[in-house]
């Protein structure tokens, strides 16, 4: 069975043991906390097909593409920045690792103070926890790159740019790319969380709203509608994580 | 008046600071040497004297800390001089790249029409016998293979002077063996200056036109050998009664600088 | 000390000292912050006074329970998994995308299975910090070089002896790396859930205090929770680069 066959059977394997748990749940708590796997699926049938949850839809993947973009960019220069700069990176990881480590989410009354509720908060939210780890993990990733191949590079007497285009870039590739993976993951937590607690409106903010009014059906279709968002991408960004990083 | 040699180092020497502490290691130095243009010179020499760091500044790669080194008749600044090409111990492929990509990134800065190009890169796949693995990727292939792609990536510039910093350390010794005739076949097609360095004597003594022994760090060449082997030799060269007598000379010169080496290196 | 450790010093203060420049100045108008000074003050007199310590108390244990339980559970599973290839295989693509699920939308559900105590906060902490532990403890057993282990065979030692006094302690820097997000995760968990809903603890009284602009209440426990988290966060990181220098890999 060929590598991505193994996979394929793999995931059906986890969705189907993951169904299979969930419904046992079902049958094992009730509908006072769950509703069962086909309700779910049902239910966000009905959602899709009615009008209500698109403007929602939208706002959410409005400020998470926003939130995306910026951290990626703002994450791949600073990698790439104290990547290439020893100093420099000596001076400012400390800082951005005790960045990663506090729970970005004590700062998010602070953020609510500086934006005000609306979209530029939840972008703030999602981008402040995309940013570090791929910068932490671009940053790794250029010093990481074999002394041999920057020397060769040296001895054809490349550029600067063409050293960072044509040698580095490709060679740190891969580790900048689990980077992103990683990012993507938690600019959507952080986009949603700010969604919860810094709007009205969006899937975070429809999900608070179900969850106070205790709308189950509400609150396992969302989340399943971004379980199966979030699994979905990340599945396949890991599957090109694996090739780049088989390749070596 | 520039000189007659290739290659000219003229007392250099090379110290550097050790990072994070006060130190100043003296690695190499003072050297004179002259390179003939032409000729296939090999540096013999204990771990840490300092062969890598003299390879560096002739290829450009550091500045040396007293004294000056010369291609050409030009002074080496931290230039990398045009008409040298290098292969490294370690693998350099680019393991994104093909083979044929690999080896046409040495004509990366050149301004080349694409047949001329492509006339260059298939030259080099047949010289080095990888025409067969042009589309392969560096992961696919043997570490001897990998090398001879590094050393084809160099070829395409149709260098004046190749150095090479122990090139085949990593791989096996009948591999080396036969790399080593390869080596000498490149040499004489390509009439360029080849600088070697390597840790195996037999390698140096079967190689090589002239032989550097160095002494434990800081490194200063204790002797040059000269072989007068003929330019059309190969590995048979072993068989040739000198052989032995060059190989015994070079360990005698060696032996008590390596037992230096040793006792220094117990404690690094 | 370090040239860049000053370097980085003089940035944190000058930062520091910006802030309390644009506050006093009034740049920065006092309902959004307050002048760091004022922050420090609040937090002494806080602290002193002994009017949150309750809650101080009781989101720093929630989430050292949580982190404890997450790492333990964590290691084991990933033993566990490292010796079951196909399970792991299975679950890998789960671990992967685990951190985009949200995971905080069954924090509702786990209070109408599990009562209003604390153990849905706990669980919550649990839940997000447990995959950290594993996905890089696995990564540190991957990294156990392949002659420690038949070593070990060699010397008749057992499976578990093998896991136990070989393949962890080979592979305790990287289960510190998990360790270090672990306690990031159980501190969000727990806060986290404690915004969303809950009767005490630190989340409720950030909220509370933001609800209510008591900014003199709010930043101190934001900066205690920073201050918290960074210096475990410091302690956790000295002992792996310990480890990492001890083993030349430093």
Request: positive net charge; charged residues 15%; proline residues 4%.
């Amino acid at each position: 069975m060929s590598g991505s066959q193994t996979a394929l059977r793999n995931a059906a394997i986890l969705i189907l043991l993951v169904l299979i748990c969930w419904q046992l749940l079902y049958w094992d708590v009730g509908d006072i906390a769950l509703r069962s796997p086909a309700q779910t699926l049902s239910y966000v049938g009905t959602l899709l097909v009615g009008d209500m949850i698109w403007p929602h839809l939208w706002e959410t993947m409005r400020a998470f593409v926003m939130a995306l973009i910026l951290a990626i960019v703002s994450g791949l220069t600073i990698g790439f920045t104290l990547g290439y700069s020893r100093s420099a990176a000596q001076t400012f990881e400390p800082i951005l690792v005790a960045f990663y480590s506090i729970p970005k989410i004590t700062l998010y009354p602070i953020l609510l103070l500086i934006f005000g509720l609306g979209i530029s908060a939840k972008v703030a939210f999602g981008t402040i926890h995309g940013i570090i780890p791929i910068a932490l993990f671009t940053m790794n990733a250029v010093r990481n790159v074999r002394p041999v191949l920057i020397k060769t590079g040296k001895v054809m007497q490349l550029s600067q740019a063409d050293m960072v285009r044509t040698i580095l870039f490709p060679a740190a590739l891969p580790e900048i790319f689990t980077g992103l993976r990683v990012g993507f993951s938690l600019t959507l937590i952080g986009t949603l969380l700010g969604e919860m607690f810094a709007s009205q409106s969006g899937l975070g903010f429809l999900l608070m709203n179900a969850i106070g009014l205790h709308n189950i059906d509400l609150i396992m279709a969302i989340t399943l509608i971004l379980v199966v968002f979030a699994a979905t991408v990340s599945s396949v960004l890991l599957f090109y994580d694996h090739k780049l990083h088989g390749q070596r | 008046m520039t000189s007659a040699a290739h290659v000219t180092l003229r007392a250099a020497e090379k110290s550097f600071q050790r990072p994070g502490s006060k130190e100043i290691v003296h690695a190499m130095g003072p050297i004179d040497l002259d390179l003939r243009k032409g000729e296939f010179f090999a540096v013999v020499g204990p771990s840490g004297c300092g062969k890598s760091t003299m390879l560096e500044l002739i290829a450009g790669l550091t500045t040396a800390s007293k004294g000056g080194v010369e291609f050409e008749g030009n002074a080496i600044g931290n230039r990398i001089p045009d008409g040298v090409g290098v292969v490294f111990q370690e693998d350099a492929s680019f393991p994104w790249m093909t083979v044929r990509n690999n080896i046409e990134f040495g004509l990366r800065r050149t301004k080349l029409s694409r047949e001329e190009r492509e006339g260059r890169v298939s030259r080099a796949l047949n010289m080095m016998g990888l025409s067969a693995f042009a589309e392969s990727y560096p992961a696919q292939l043997s570490g001897g293979m990998r090398q001879r792609v590094c050393i084809a990536r160099t070829l395409v510039t149709q260098p004046r002077l190749i150095l090479l910093d122990e090139p085949f350390g990593a791989l096996d010794q009948q591999t080396r063996l036969l790399m080593g005739d390869e080596l000498l076949r490149l040499w004489r097609h390509t009439g360029a200056t080849v600088f070697l360095i390597t840790h195996a004597l037999d390698e140096a003594a079967m190689l090589a036109d002239r032989i550097g022994v160095m002494s434990a760090r800081p490194g200063r060449l204790l002797d040059i050998v000269e072989t007068g082997w003929p330019k059309d030799r190969d590995s048979r060269i072993v068989e040739d009664n000198r052989f032995g007598e060059i190989t015994a000379r070079l360990w005698r010169s060696l032996r008590t600088e390596s037992m230096k080496s040793m006792g220094k290196a117990g404690a690094a | 000390m370090s040239r860049p450790a000053i370097y980085r010093l003089v940035i944190i203060l000058g930062f520091v000292a910006l802030l309390e420049v644009l506050c006093l100045t009034g740049t920065i108008d006092v309902i959004t912050m307050q002048p760091p000074h004022r922050m420090i003050m609040d937090l002494f007199a806080m602290l002193s006074s002994g009017s949150l310590n309750a809650a101080i108390a009781k989101t720093l244990s929630n989430a050292a329970i949580a982190f404890v339980l997450a790492l333990v559970v964590g290691v084991m599973t990933a033993v566990v998994l490292y010796r079951f290839r196909l399970a792991r295989d299975v679950l890998d693509p789960l671990f992967a995308t685990y951190y985009a699920i949200p995971v905080f939308a069954f924090y509702p559900l786990l209070i109408i299975v599990l009562g209003l105590g604390d153990a849905p906060q706990i669980l919550l902490g649990f839940m997000l910090a447990v995959v950290a532990v594993i996905v890089n403890t696995l990564n540190g057993l991957d990294r156990v070089p392949r002659v420690l282990l038949k070593t070990a065979r060699v010397n008749h030692m057992g499976p578990v002896e093998t896991a136990a006094k070989i393949m962890l302690p080979s592979a305790a820097p990287y289960v510190l790396t998990g360790a270090k997000l672990a306690v990031a995760y159980s501190l969000i968990g727990i806060i986290g859930a404690e915004f969303i809903m809950s009767r005490g603890g630190m989340g409720y009284e950030i909220s509370f205090a933001y609800n209510n602009f008591d900014n003199a209440t709010m930043y101190p426990l934001i900066i205690l929770i920073l201050f918290v988290s960074i210096s475990v966060n410091t302690i956790l990181a000295y002992w792996e680069k310990r480890l990492m220098r001890r083993r030349g890999q430093g």
